[in-house]
């Protein structure tokens, strides 16, 4: 059974903290995203990976970075968050791009 | 204006009822569309792609319009448990990216 984790799934942070969001999957896809998800906007994808060490931009990078050291492994920081990036992150990954994308049950983060 | 857009309802609808609902694409080059499933505080879930010919899955059935660029999902015979938020998604020729549409929440009541 796929299977794609994230670290927490609520986490409260303060303004001007840094925050670590991270994401595992086993299925040995290449292809992992970070989404974030608001209510009446969707799905925006804040950064993606189609290999170790390389990233691309989404459609909304500002404040966000990644990391991609291990084929398994994404993770989003957020290096000085503000109250405007609270929302539910999900994380997803894909073997082909375009093809079917497994979600991670996602990280509410609330930032004070 | 969004890429995707979808009414996002309600649909409130008894058990058995028949319910459709659309999404339009704005990018002409779009090539691929699907249909994404998102239960109440659950992660999106594949529901069915969509293909150029209409396809069916047991009581869901998708159909594409390239000419108006929207795309359609019917349910048939509804379940209670299929009240959840439809998520209508599209993605572009050679994109590593999809394109999400805010979603259609169906809510079906006994």
């Known amino acids: 059974d796929v299977k794609v984790t994230q670290s927490s799934r609520y986490l409260v942070k303060r303004t001007g903290e840094k925050v670590f969001l991270e994401c595992v999957q086993d299925m040995d896809h290449e292809n992992m995203f970070w989404y974030r998800q608001d209510p009446g906007l969707g799905l925006r994808l804040i950064y993606f990976?189609?290999?170790?060490?390389?990233?691309e931009k989404g459609d909304i990078p500002e404040g966000y970075s990644v990391s991609r050291e291990k084929k398994e492994r994404f993770s989003l920081i957020l290096e000085s968050a503000s109250t405007n990036q609270t929302s539910m992150y999900l994380c997803a990954s894909s073997a082909p791009p375009g093809n079917e994308q497994f979600f991670g049950p996602g990280t509410r983060l609330t930032v004070l | 204006r969004k890429e995707v857009e979808q009414d996002p309802g309600p649909f409130n609808v008894p058990e058995g009822a028949t319910v459709a609902f659309n999404c339009t694409y704005s990018?002409?080059?779009?090539?691929?569309f699907f249909w994404y499933r998102q239960d109440c505080r659950k992660e999106p879930k594949l529901l069915m792609s969509v293909y150029s010919s209409g396809n069916e899955d047991g009581r869901f059935t998708a159909q594409l319009n390239r000419a108006s660029q929207y795309i359609s999902l019917l349910i048939r015979d509804s379940k209670l448990s299929d009240s959840a938020t439809y998520l209508c998604v599209v993605r572009s020729f050679n994109d590593y990216k999809l394109s999400f549409g805010a979603g259609t929440t169906v809510t079906v009541r006994a």
């Open positions: 990018n002409s080059a779009s090539q691929s």
């Open positions: 990976s189609y290999d170790v060490k390389m990233k």
